[in-house]
Each structure stands twice: as C-alpha cells, then as structure tokens.
C-alpha cells in the first residue's frame, strides 16, 4: 500500500490547487515488541495502537477525562458494586465480527483470568463475576467497590479484543478503532489504513493512511523531520537538540506535560532514611529548577509529590519542602547526622538519571552528605536489585504509569514506605464513585506524600513535540501515552 497519497490537482483561474494531504509518517524512537496492549507493558505498544487501532469501554481524553467509547452510557449501583453498562450497537470489528456483550466479557474475563498476562491485571481484580443479559449489556459484578474502574477500563490494557483474532494480535492487532492494521515491517516501519465501516461518525477521520517509523538515535530523528522524511516525533528524545528547529518555520516545537514523574526513591526502612527529618532534609537540600536545567535542557515542570498537572485533583506542593540548604542541615542535626553521612545512589543508565544523579550528588554536598554514584543496568540489574530485592539506599527512575499514587499503599514495593494514614485514604478513593470526592482525597494524598517525602519528587518529563507546522490534532499533553490520530489532519 502506497504511503503517500498524490495530490489531486484542479486547475482554477490559472492555478494549480493542491488537495489536502491525506498521509502522515510519525517518527517513535522505540519499537514495540508487539502490538497487543493487554498482554504487554511497554508503552510504545499503546502509542501505535491504542485509539488507531483498539478501543475500549471507556477512553481517557487529552485532558485525561474519561469519556464513553464502546460503552455508550453506565450506571453504578448506590453501594458501588455492580456496573452496568450499554454498549454501542452496530459496531465491527476489522475483521467483520460484531462486537456485542460477548466479546466484551471474553476480553474482560481474559483480561482477568487465572492465565491472564495482562499488565494491569491488577484493574480486573475487584470483578466477581461478568454478566450478559442481552447483546447490548454488559454487567459487572464486583467483590468491593472500585472508584477508579471507568478510568482503569479505559486504559491500553483494557481495550476491547475479539475472541477469534486475539490469540495473532501481537503481530496482527484487530480492534474496532478508526484505522485498521496494514503491515509491519520489524525493526523499520508499522503501516495502518484508514476503516471505511469505523462506527464513530461525529469525527470524521481525515486521514486516509498513517505510518509510524522507528528511529532510535537523537540526531537521526531530526534530519528526518528537517529533511520530511518524518512529520512528526511526538517524543522528542533529545531536549538539548530543540534549539535546532527554532529557525525553521516548516517545523512546530511543542513543549507539553507526560506522567513520567522523575523520583528519587529512597529505602524508607534502611537508616538513616527511616528518619522522617533526614528525608525532608535531602528534599531540602534540592534546588529543583537546577535540577531540571541541568538534567534536561530546561524543560520540565517541578513537582512536590508523585502527581502531575495533568491529573485530576492535582496540588502544587513544591513549596512544602523548598530548597533551604541550611534549614536542611539544622534537620540533619536534629535527626542525629551533623556531620551528614554517605550513602549509595543506583542510577539507571538513562540520560536523565545520570544527569539528574550527578546534580543530586553536588547539592547533598553542601549539606555535608556524600553521595556514591554506581549506574545499575536497566532494566534487568535495576528491576533485580531494587524493584524486586530492594536491595538500596537511594535510587531514580521516571515513573510513567498515570495516576499511579497508589504505589505508596503497596506492600511490597520498593520504597518500603508504610503510612496507615495514607492507604486508608486511597481505600477511600476506591470506597467512592464521586468525582469530587475523589479529587478531595487525591489532594490529602499528594499533601500527605508532600510532607513524608518517601521519595525525593523532582520533576515532570516534558512531552517534547517536534512535527510540520502544518499538521494539526496530535496530543500536546500526554495523560496517557498514545499517539491518538483521530483528530489528526493537515491545514489546507
């Protein structure tokens, strides 16, 4: 299949008209090792597929809201227990098969299953039992209350799949969505094609065919977009290479917010990090506008708990624990350490958390703390050492899962944090269906993990949008890491 549609040219008046360009090559600096969301974690697995070519129940929109997709409406149950949902009639997926409430239960139950390898089983765990009265309800039954389902149900993760195609997805993805798959040329290109039978009329796709091209490195993924070889990188890799495009009129540069939360986990039951004061010191000890200077060109939004501005109920808590070198040696004193300490920093070989480390390692020394810098190989060493063994004094890591605030109320997990107080908020978030009462509760959590300080909470990675100036509709934010070409299409 062609790639690049001809332009049609009309001669009117004496002057050639080009027609709209109904083509667009987006530039990713990751592969995916598959295409199937709900059987694998990487998110470059989403950012192909996810709303291209797989839908869900639910969605999550730009402004990270969840919206009703192949389920039109719902309603829950007043103890929260038992959703009941009204799926969208007349709708097919790719390969011609109506989607209907027996698909939806056959994806949802393998989502759930004993054998299930889905990366966020987690989110069907509160599901007792799946019910199908008729083709268009579907009906959930839940063993507790699960205020954030909706939202779970619009994930990757969570998209709808057909039970005949579902075993060949991660090579031949088949969903419901606005494109269909083409092909896929490993290690190069994947390739999709406008769905002539897409259900969703209120949004016409102008966008006839779509390419996504792997390119790894920095530098070649900007003489593609320079030489339009590329439209678009919607994940810029290189923030130090930005300044390059400000000349070029042909090229827009976006700077826009993710939920890669760049954290430096600290040991909560190893000393002298079990000392409430000797966290808040260390947090004080950091100047976060340096930080994001030096760690990335500048670009960043700073944060002061494990939340980004593009999630609901968001605080800005970075005036908490505010850069205050000597208010942190008075803490350090306090706590038993006014000669300070060393400890042990195992920093991924990423180009952040090596920059970030190096800083980190400067500004604990004016507070008399000294910092051992040893890169751990990620993922298989950092996942072994930290994530599983947590086998650390302090670490870093961008953490990319939306929403993920929970992961403090987890035991195990590898801060080894336990603060009653703030599980028995966020089983209030689950206990509740109320918007505003959970955005109520999401801010008693950030304030609460503001003023712990578990982890050292530094930044927010830019989403660094580098495409044609021409091109409209790509996601600025990115509340969930997608390339969603719905709304996708060129000026005229």
Not at 145 to 171: C, I, Q, R
Not at 334 to 352: D, H, I, L, V
Not at 374 to 389: C, H, Q, R
Request: aromatic share 10%; net charge negative.
């Amino acid at each position: 299949m062609a790639l690049t549609v001809a332009a049609a040219c009309s001669i009117t008046a004496g002057s050639a008209l080009a027609a709209s360009k109904t083509s667009v090559t987006i530039g990713m600096p990751i592969e995916p090792a598959g295409l199937d969301p709900t059987i694998a974690a990487p998110v470059a697995i989403g950012q192909v597929t996810w709303q291209n070519v797989f839908e869900g129940l639910t969605t999550v929109d730009k402004a990270g809201q969840v919206q009703p997709q192949l389920a039109e409406s719902w309603q829950i149950s007043p103890d929260g227990k038992t959703y009941t949902f009204k799926l969208r009639k007349g709708v097919t997926f790719h390969n011609g098969v109506a989607f209907d409430s027996s698909v939806a239960k056959f994806a949802i139950d393998r989502a759930r299953g004993a054998d299930s390898v889905n990366p966020q089983k987690r989110y069907f765990a509160s599901i007792d039992s799946v019910e199908t009265p008729d083709a268009a309800t579907l009906v959930l039954k839940l063993k507790q209350p699960a205020g954030s389902l909706l939202y779970w149900l619009g994930w990757p993760a969570s998209v709808m799949v057909e039970p005949k195609s579902a075993a060949d997805n991660k090579t031949v993805p088949v969903g419901t969505g606005p494109f269909k798959f083409v092909s896929w040329a490993k290690g190069t290109k994947v390739e999709l094609v406008r769905n002539g039978d897409y259900w969703n009329h209120a949004t016409p796709i102008k966008l006839e065919t779509a390419s996504f091209r792997f390119i790894a490195e920095a530098q070649a993924q900007a003489a593609a977009l320079k030489a339009g070889d590329v439209d678009a990188v919607p994940e810029f890799a290189a923030p130090e290479l930005i300044d390059s495009f400000k000349d070029d009129k042909k090229i827009a540069t976006v700077i826009g917010n993710t939920e890669l939360k760049v954290v430096a986990g600290m040991n909560n039951t190893r000393k002298p990090f079990s000392d409430k004061r000797v966290r808040q010191a260390l947090m004080m000890a950091v100047d976060r506008a340096t930080v994001i200077d030096g760690a990335w060109s500048g670009f960043g939004t700073p944060i002061g708990s494990h939340y980004t501005p593009n999630d609901r109920g968001y605080k800005d808590l970075t005036g908490v624990h505010p850069y205050d070198a000597a208010k942190a040696k008075t803490l350090l004193a306090e706590a038993g350490y006014p000669n300070g300490f060393s400890f042990t920093m195992k920093a991924p070989q990423m180009a952040y958390a090596q920059r970030t480390s190096q800083i980190l390692q400067a500004m604990f020394a004016e507070i008399g703390v000294t910092m051992t810098i040893e890169t751990t190989e990620f993922p298989a060493k950092w996942v072994a050492d930290v994530l599983k063994a947590a086998d650390y004094d302090m670490t870093i890591v961008a953490h990319a899962e939306p929403m993920d605030i929970d992961i403090y109320a987890r035991d195990p997990y590898y801060f080894n944090y336990k603060n009653p107080a703030i599980n028995e908020v966020l089983a209030k978030v689950q206990a509740t269906s109320d918007p505003a009462e959970q955005d109520k509760l999401y801010g008693e959590a950030q304030t609460m993990l503001a003023d712990d300080v578990p982890a050292l909470f530094l930044f927010v990675m830019p989403k660094l949008g580098v495409w044609n100036a021409k091109l409209k509709g790509l996601w600025e934010n990115e509340p969930i890491p997608s390339n969603v070409l719905a709304e996708v299409h060129w000026e005229e």
